[in-house]
């Protein structure tokens, strides 16, 4: 047997193309951050507006070191970002990012068009099994 592997057949054309490493490493950082759902709850907020980290905490009903937590998680995470007010750097006002949910859209779009496909197949397959009963 030769050293090398025979070539696989390649995926149809109409198949997305695999999400590079880069963005696949974003959906994943993505999808743990919003695996707690506290930090699910904080994104949602974010997504009416920016607030500051003690009103994020008082409306989700949590302490503010805990609170505190999830923000940096949600930061590290690339999902918020962090500002400060001219009058007040003790002041922390959260802001949700776009790309990473714009992202995430994208993932969900695509596996959802890869279901439908799948379901359509299954069925018209299901409808030449029943007319070949007939």
């Given at each position: 047997m030769s050293g090398s592997a025979s070539a696989a057949p390649s995926d149809p054309p109409s198949d997305p193309p695999a999400d590079p490493p880069a963005s696949s490493a974003r959906l994943d950082d993505t999808l743990a951050a919003l695996a707690d759902p506290v930090r699910r709850r904080a994104v949602?907020?974010?997504?009416e507006r920016p607030r500051r980290a003690g009103e994020l905490a008082q409306e989700l009903s949590t302490t503010a070191p805990t609170m505190s937590k999830h923000l940096r998680v949600l930061r590290q995470r690339g999902l918020v970002t962090e500002t400060h007010p001219e009058f007040d750097a003790r002041v922390r006002i959260y802001a949700l990012r776009s790309a990473p949910m714009t992202e995430l859209k994208t993932w969900l779009d695509r596996a959802e068009r890869g279901w439908a496909q799948q379901l359509t197949a299954f069925a018209e397959h299901l409808g030449r099994?029943?007319?070949s009963e007939r």
């Open positions: 949602e907020l974010l997504a099994q029943q007319e």
